[in-house]
Nanobody
């Protein structure tokens, strides 16, 4: 069964860092694109970053660029989102999502929309306090 499990969320003070993990199973991890998205209360999903696991291509939206870093470990079927310099406005539920062949090669670029992805997990809550 296809599964994407986001974890690592929690409560952190402004300026702090947090590392989220997306553990996947049930599909070919090395031929996919994994994206990170978030949804703040009352807001739409916002794309953050994407990693094409087949060739290492990465993409960052403006909100994530410079503060967040995505990486992947193909052997462990794992994608990491390292978040630094967190702000209260980063408070949201963070989701990882996957695109499967053949479309994954086109996924890691603008616009980064969760609706374009084939599967995503429940998400993990990140709360940044002032």
């Amino acid at each position: 069964e296809v599964q994407l499990q986001a974890s690592g969320g929690g409560l952190v003070q402004a300026g702090g860092s947090l590392t989220l993990s997306c553990k996947t199973s049930g599909f070919g991890f090395d031929v996919t694109a994994i994206g990170w998205f978030r949804q703040a209360p009352g807001k739409e999903y916002e794309g953050l970053s994407c990693s094409d696991t087949s060739d290492g291509t990465t993409y960052y939206t403006d909100v994530a660029k410079g503060r967040f870093h995505i990486s992947s470990d193909n052997a462990e079927n794992l994608v990491i989102l390292q978040m630094n310099s967190l702000k209260p406005e980063d408070t949201a539920v963070y989701h990882c999502a996957a695109i499967f062949p053949p479309d994954y090669g086109l996924a890691c670029r603008a616009p980064l929309l969760i609706s374009d992805y084939d599967n995503w997990g429940q998400g993990t809550q990140v709360t940044v306090s002032s």
